[in-house]
Nanobody, 124 residues
Framework: QVQLVESGGGLVQAGGSLRLSCAAS????????MGWFRQAPGKDRNFVAA????????HYAGSVKGRFTISRDNAKNTVSLQMNGLKPEDTAVYYC?????????????????WGQGAQVTVSS
């Protein structure tokens, strides 16, 4: 069984930074791709970033490219999302997700395990 727990959300002013972390339990983490998604009120859950099992391949949504960085530590079973230059439109609940194959994708339905979500609020 896989469990994912996010931490690090909060309130920040526009232009500020936050770092989200996701701790995973279970033995499949080092062979699994990981992703971050976000969902604003009344909107669909959307792709933010993804990383392959080794960390060598990453993907980003166009809206966050150059501002957000996804990384992972397989020794600690964690994946992180460093968010810089935050904008009010980044406000959402952020979810980490695990895909039990090695290559990362951007589709919500490609990921079978999800965390409970972390609120990120960016004030203008």
């Amino acid at each position: 069984q896989v469990q994912l727990v996010e931490s690090g959300g909060g309130l920040v002013q526009a232009g500020g930074s936050l770092r989200l972390s996701c701790a995973a339990s279970g033995r499949t983490f080092s062979t699994s791709a990981m992703g971050w998604f976000r969902q604003a009120p009344g909107k669909d859950r959307n792709f933010v970033a993804a990383i392959s099992e080794s960390g060598t391949i990453t993907h980003y949504a166009g809206s966050v490219k150059g501002r957000f960085t996804i990384s992972r530590d397989n020794a600690k079973n964690t994946v992180s999302l460093q968010m810089n230059g935050l904008k009010p439109e980044d406000t959402a609940v952020y979810y980490c997700a695990l895909r039990i194959v090695s290559w990362a994708t951007i589709g919500v339905h490609d990921y079978g395990y999800w965390g409970q979500g972390a609120q990120v609020t960016v004030s203008s």
